[in-house]
């Protein structure tokens, strides 16, 4: 079936620096997609989202890029910080009567102080 | 508090055991979502509440799932005669409406021993 996959299931990074988590997703027809962040022990936390009609879209230290040609994500953690360490997951909504979050299985993020 | 409480936190059932988990979304949240996350991978959609109605349960599982959602805020999961492949951590989500954000959650880790 189609599903939501992530490239890097680990990723290890110096404090400061920049992180890039990549996502593939496989649905042409999905028109909106959600970076979220998951600690240990908690539910996931929407970072930021962006719509087909757009490649970019970036908040408060973090970028979201959208590659619809290849169907490519990617999340950009700009001056990583110990906070940031946690599994990253891509999701898409199919639209529709539920609009329903497909996940991919996710990038665990450590950051080294 | 003002988010998404889900009970019991931590479920340990004995195989072939009826259980029952909690969730009390935000208030005034009309869609409610359930989803089950296996440990290492991504939340898997479960099932769809607009208010009471269940638009969507097309991710449960098996007929030994249940979920309902009477009056349109507490809604109930239910799992009968449990199975060791039904431990993972079951995460509720809430939204004001269909497009807007979802809130999740910490999750009940229910464990079939």
């Known amino acids: 079936g189609e599903s939501v996959g992530l490239h890097l299931p680990t990723l290890s990074v110096q404090e400061g620096d920049n992180s890039i988590i990549n996502c593939a997703y496989s649905?042409?027809?999905?028109?909106?997609f959600i970076w979220y962040k998951q600690e240990s022990g908690k539910g996931p936390q929407f970072i930021i989202d962006i719509r087909s009609n757009m490649d970019k879209r970036q908040g408060q230290r973090v970028t979201v890029l959208l590659n619809k040609t290849v169907k490519h994500l990617s999340l950009q953690i700009a001056a990583t910080q110990p906070g940031d360490s946690a599994v990253y997951f891509c999701a898409e909504i199919l639209g529709g009567a539920t609009n329903k979050l497909i996940f991919g299985t996710g990038t665990l993020l450590a950051v080294q102080p | 508090g003002a988010g998404v409480s889900q009970s019991p936190r931590y479920k340990v059932a004995k195989r072939g055991q009826d259980v029952a988990l909690r969730c009390d979304p935000i208030?005034?949240?009309?869609?409610l979502f359930w989803y089950q996350q296996a440990l290492g991978q991504g939340p898997e959609f479960l099932t769809y509440f607009q208010n009471e109605a269940q638009l969507d349960k097309s991710g449960l599982p098996s007929d030994r799932f249940f979920a309902e959602r009477p009056e349109g805020s507490v809604s109930t999961l239910k799992i009968q005669r449990t199975q060791q492949e039904d431990s993972a951590v079951y995460l509720c989500a809430s939204s004001l409406t269909i497009s807007t954000e979802a809130f999740f959650g910490q999750g009940t880790r229910l464990t079939v021993v």
């Open positions: 208030s005034g949240h009309v869609s």
């Open positions: 649905n042409s027809a999905s028109d909106y």
